[in-house]
């Protein structure tokens, strides 16, 4: 069973930065991927990254945020900066093992002044 957990979103003002966390109860040297979801939107792929550390970005957060890993907490990221209203989205990780992609439960993220 493969669980996904995510926490650090919130409210910011435009500008700002947030970084979220991701905690896997598996080894994260799989494929991961942030997405987002806005209300009355479907859900877009915002990062992601392969098994092999190589990232790619939607075009529309490129030089804004960042994908990582940190192995020895099973611990995925996304490091968000220069935040726009138009970011705000629940934010989902997600990790695909052996053919089979799993969710977390989501997290907020408000830009609003």
């Known amino acids: 069973q493969v669980t996904l957990v995510e926490s650090g979103g919130g409210l910011v003002q435009p500008g700002g930065s947030l970084r979220l966390s991701c905690a896997a109860s598996?080894?994260?040297?799989?494929?991961l991927g942030w997405y987002r979801q806005a209300p009355g939107k479907q859900r877009e792929l915002v990062a992601s990254?392969?098994?092999?550390?190589?990232?790619s970005y939607a075009d529309y957060v490129k030089g804004r945020f960042i994908i990582s890993r940190d192995n020895a907490k099973n611990t995925i990221y996304l490091q968000m900066n220069s935040l726009k209203p138009e970011d705000t989205a629940d934010y989902y990780c997600?990790?695909?093992?052996?053919?089979?992609?799993?969710w977390g439960q989501g997290t907020q993220v408000t830009v609003s002044s």
């Open positions: 598996v080894d994260t040297r799989y494929a």
């Open positions: 990254m392969r098994s092999d550390g190589r990232r």
């Open positions: 997600s990790l695909t093992r052996y053919g089979i992609t799993y």
